[in-house]
């Protein structure tokens, strides 16, 4: 009776699909911080000697309004109306949701005033304002 006996030659570690996962990953990546910094609208921010970063922001929405006073929900334009039936919805999934509010420096204040009356609409009571350090 014949028994089985290993092979004499040495082991060897295949290293392709090691790199195939690897180069999946990076891609994965690179694609997800393309769609992080699409997310935001370009404004210069008001300065605040005091600006703090809250250390638990939790489920926030980015909502950004340009010098024009364009209402931007995440990196989508809305107007006032249509930023409080968004919100109302992403509120049903998310009851905790809270505003991170982004504003030009230049941005007169009466816009600002329009986004805080549509989340007050749809519920939502806590708002951040963005602002840089000097």
Do not use: C
Not at 24 to 42: C, K, Q, W
């Amino acid at each position: 009776m014949a028994l089985w006996s290993p092979d004499d030659t040495a082991a060897e570690f295949e290293l392709t699909p090691m790199i195939d996962v690897v180069f999946l990953l990076i891609a994965f990546f690179m694609t997800l911080i393309s769609f992080i910094s699409v997310e935001l609208v370009e404004l210069e921010l008001p300065e605040a000697e005091q600006a703090t970063i809250p250390e638990e922001p939790g489920e926030r929405q980015y909502i950004s309004i340009d010098r024009g006073g364009q209402i931007y929900l995440g990196a989508v334009p809305a107007t006032a109306d249509e930023l409080t039936t968004r919100l109302r919805a992403l509120r049903q999934d998310l009851p905790n949701l809270k505003v991170f509010l982004r504003a030009d420096a230049q941005t007169p204040h009466r816009y600002v005033n329009r986004v805080m009356d549509a989340s007050g609409r749809a519920g939502i009571y806590d708002l951040i304002f963005a602002s840089s350090k000097d």
